[in-house]
């Protein structure tokens, strides 16, 4: 096995330039889900007040219909009540007319209040729809301003991702999962001794140790302190990831 803290020191180095990219979003992320969810919820609202205002007009049109139709039986009704043989047909005749009259009447007072309410209806889609749209709007340029930050990123991210996958491929399975398991808690997993300390909390680390860890490079060694993973100033990383690249 090769040189297993140079790899882990690396990962540790280029996962950490990672995070910094991914800092460069921010709260965008975050914010671009909550407008998507107020864009749907517009969205909804509208939908809702254009099938009550489509049932609406459905209503209007068809109560005209039956506004003309009550009108002309009402006529009709009175040109038969000259023609009646008694005064029983006459009455129900005369009853008729006075049904058909009632619903006329029922029907436009109903239709007067229709009418307002439609009024009001398309009054709200028409704010609703105002609201719908500046949301889409300010989706619209959270959208951009993150691809913006993405094609910024793009190459530098193509290549950190290449480098990664290098390095990871060169380190143990059982490293690996050492290491994510300390990145859960420290997004520097893997860090430096500067000066007899870990350059992670700053603990001092035993000169036996640092020697140790000098003289066994593929095992790994702990800060007692943090836990994290220690490696000795003679791995010099930045130059190293390159060369790894080059493999
Ligand atoms: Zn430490």
């Keep these: 096995m090769e040189n297993q803290l140079l790899y882990l020191a690396s990962l540790s180095k280029i996962d950490q330039k990672l995070d910094e990219l991914n800092d460069e979003y921010g709260d ?6 909550e407008q998507k969810a107020k ?19 459905n209503f209007i049109s068809t109560s005209k219909v039956t506004l003309t139709e009550l009108k002309d039986k009402e006529e009709k009704l009175s040109k ?3 023609k009646v043989r008694n005064n029983k047909e006459f ?27 439609e009024e009001n ?29 993405s094609s910024n990123q793009n190459d530098e991210l193509n290549e950190l991702n290449k480098i990664k996958k290098a390095i990871k491929a060169k380190i143990s399975k059982k490293n690996l ?24 909390c700053y603990s001092n680390v035993p000169p036996q140790k640092i ?21 000795p100033e003679e791995i010099k990383i930045d130059k190293k990831i390159l060369t790894i690249t080059t493999y």
Excluded: M, W
């Excluded at 999962?177 to 992670?200: F, P, Q, T, W």
């Design 39 to 57: 864009v749907a919820e517009l969205d909804n609202l509208v939908q809702e007040t254009k099938q009550i205002l489509e049932d609406v007009k």
């Design 121 to 149: 209806l398309l009054l709200t889609l028409e704010q609703q729809e105002k609201e719908l749209n500046e949301a889409q709007a300010e989706l619209d340029e959270l959208l951009e301003e993150e691809k913006e930050i």
């Design 91 to 117: 009455d129900a005749i005369t009853k008729e007319i006075e049904h058909a009259r009632f619903e006329y009447n029922r029907l436009t007072t109903e239709l007067r209040t229709v009418n307002v309410k």
């Design 177 to 200: 999962e050492e290491y994510k398991r300390i990145r859960l808690l420290h997004k520097d997993a893997v860090v430096l001794i500067k000066k007899n300390s870990c350059s992670g």
């Design 211 to 231: 020697v140790e860890i000098r003289n066994n490079l593929d095992h790994l060694f702990y800060c007692e302190h943090c836990g994290r993973i220690l490696y």
């Design 28 to 33: 965008l992320p975050e914010k671009v889900k």
């Design 80 to 82: 038969q009540q000259f």
